[in-house]
Structures are given as C-alpha cells and as structure tokens.
C-alpha cells in the first residue's frame, strides 16, 4: 500500500534530509578511514594485533563500520523519521521466474558496467583490498576468515544496503516526489561506494533496484538481487584465469535469462521518471548541510584515490 503524500516546508524537509544525511556521512567516512588508514594501522602493528590476525581483524572492524553503525544509526534516523522499516519487508508477491529474471537483469546491470569501468583503466587509480585467503581452506583460520567473509559482504552488507537505501533513503525521499526518490537515492548510493571503479556500477544498479522497490513496495526482492549478484561477483572471481571461459558461459547465462523472462513477459519492466528531474527538489537536496558534508568526503576520496595512491 503507498504511503499518502505529505506536505512539508522547505525547512522541514531539510531536517528531514539531515536527519538520515547525517548518518549516510558517518556511513561514507569510516569505510575510507578503514580504506586508507588499514595499511598505515598494520605497518605500526605487525602481524597479530591482540591475537588477533589481520585477516580476521579486518573482517571484524569492516563489520563493525560496514553493517553495525550504520543499521544502528540509521535505525535512529528512521524513528525520528517515523519509518517503520517493517513495512518494507513484507512479502512482495512475485514468483520464482519473475525474482530469477531480476537476479539476472540485476547481476547484467552490475558486471557489464563493472566490466566496462575496468576496461578504461579506472581500476588502476584504485588502492585494491586483497582477500588472499578467498578459496583457500589450508587451516581453520582460513576457513574461519572465509566464512566470515561470505556472511559479511555476500548476506549482511547487501541486507545493510537495501535496508539503508530503499527502505530508508529511498522512501523518505520518496515522499517529495516517488521517482526524486528512486534517481536521488540511487546517486547517494553510487557516491557512498568506497571503490571507485563501482560508483557507475552501483549508481544504475541503485536505480534498477529503486525502481523494484517502488514497484513492489517491498525490499525483499532485493535484497535477493543484491545478494545474487554478490554471490556472483565471488563466483566469477575465483574461476582460474585457464578457465575464463567457464565465467563468459556464467555471464552469458544471465544475459539469456535476463532475456528470456522479459521477453516471456514475466515481469512488467515499466521505468517512468515523471518528476525524477526537478530542480527544486534536487536543490532542496543538495544544499541541505549533511548532504554537502558526504559530497565533500565523496570528492575527498575521488581526489585520493587519483593523487595518493
């Protein structure tokens, strides 16, 4: 059921803006404090840090600054919001065809951009994070960091995301204009990713996954997608390089299914933007103080990663 229109003030709104804004800042500034400050923390402190290895230490703090402050500061935005993110985690009432063919459309948005992203040497102005222990189940740490791993970026980070994105930015957004709300949270988003080779990539991976939420009033679709693609994502990566074509067969694939459901018609695919593009409400938006704060930190790391590092 969607929600009924509000009116608001301009000032209101911009409290209203502020209030998960904040939180979206905090959510952009510790991943880049992590990002470029890991290397200096583990040059000082070799080896184990309170016997603790720096693989699993890793693992830890990335959930500590990836998924519990911010679900925890979020929550706080979105009761002083009054969003009741139970609402959106109602079943959206699709079948397995139609949430298979948006995994796939998902994971084609996502790779291909990705792909092209890499292709233009923009991974080469990025300070890569390397998993070395991804695949390797040698001790029970590797298999404890592996573990880890999976239950962090591939299930809590995509659950984090989408209950971050669509079901609190999105949908107060939403409230100045429904597809403001998918294209602004989209871009807030993209300017969130810590990698800068994902920021094309996850821009129009937001907008596709907005756009299902706002269709199905529920973010239970993707989150599926979400976690599909980065289920992908680590498939893809630890195929050997001798078996490259087995990851053009995988990839091929969901271009087919992507192509087969919606040609089947099991699913509506309808991306109206009535109202995406008006320039008050982006005004509103961008000059609201939390906002310019995470453009700041946004540009801050666009400008490292092409000077540092």
Known sequence: MSEAPKTVTRKQAKASINHFGRSLGFYILLPLIVYYGSDLFFARF?????????????????ALVLVIIPLTAFGLSSIFLHLRIGDYLKPAGITKTQQITLNSIGAVISISLYAAMSAIGLSSFTKGISYDYLGIFTS???????????LLF??????????????????????????????ASAFLYAIAQTDIVMIIPAFFTGWFLSHITLKYHSIRPTIRISIFIQIFYLVIQQIPERMIWLSIILIVMQFLLAGFGISRKALRLGFPMTGAGEWPLWKLLLTSSSILVCLFLFMIHIAAAFTLL
């Open 46 to 62: 070799p080896g184990t840090v309170y016997n603790y290895s720096q693989d699993i230490l890793g693992l830890l703090v990335s």
């Open 140 to 150: 029970q740490e590797k298999i404890l960091c592996n573990v880890l791993y999976i």
């Open 154 to 183: 591939v299930f809590l980070k995509p659950i984090s995301d989408e209950l971050i994105f669509r079901g609190i930015i999105q949908r107060q957004l939403g409230h100045y204009g429904r597809y403001f709300g998918v294209l």
